[in-house]
């Protein structure tokens, strides 16, 4: 199987042949596979919502994935989860524990934005909620001077992110 399968696989959630890569071409291969863009297939999963593949990458690899791997915009896994709207592949990335610490929540791609960014520019009330329940930083500011409360068209919404923010003032540098 050629690598260009090997991603649509991921895209395709084909659970069975990318079990079939990993034991024909072995786990450190798979991990390190970027494609023209520098997508991993983390990131391939998690723009297509592909649940089992992210699951099967990550308890495969079993630490030694890169779950804050930037692909040529700078932009992890994460923030592909936030934009592309992947409810179930953003909370399977916040609960994975990387070899080397914590998943970045508040990693910047090239335009300075960070997953909570792109959770606001998309008025993803519930997505802002959990990147802030992690401990995603409100006070980053983008490349603009925009923070992800500049960014929430929906005044309404946000209100109950200024709510929502203030519960977590006490917490280090949350703002």
């Not at 696989?9 to 079939?20: M, Q």
Request: glycine residues 6%; charged residues 25%; hydrophobic residues 40%.
């Amino acid at each position: 199987m050629s690598e260009e399968n090997i991603f649509y696989c991921c895209r395709t959630d084909n659970v069975v042949k990318l079990l079939e890569y990993i034991n024909t071409e072995g786990i450190e291969v798979v991990i390190n596979l970027k494609d023209f863009d520098g997508w991993s297939l983390l990131h391939i999963a998690a723009r297509w919502n592909s649940i089992k593949c992210l699951e099967i990458l990550l308890d495969t690899a079993r630490g030694a994935i890169d779950v804050n791997a930037k692909n040529n915009n700078e932009e992890t896994p994460l923030y592909i989860a936030s934009w592309y709207g992947s409810k179930e592949c953003l909370e399977i990335l916040l609960n994975t524990i990387p070899s080397g610490g914590a998943i970045d929540v508040d990693a910047v791609n090239n335009e300075g934005d960070t997953p909570l960014h792109e959770a606001a520019r998309n008025n993803s009330r519930e997505f802002m909620k959990i990147l802030v329940d992690c401990g995603a930083s409100s006070g980053i500011r983008n490349n603009y001077g925009e923070t992800f409360l500049d960014l929430i068209e929906d005044k309404e919404m946000e209100e109950y992110i200024c709510q929502l923010t203030t519960l977590h003032l006490k917490e280090p540098g949350f703002f």
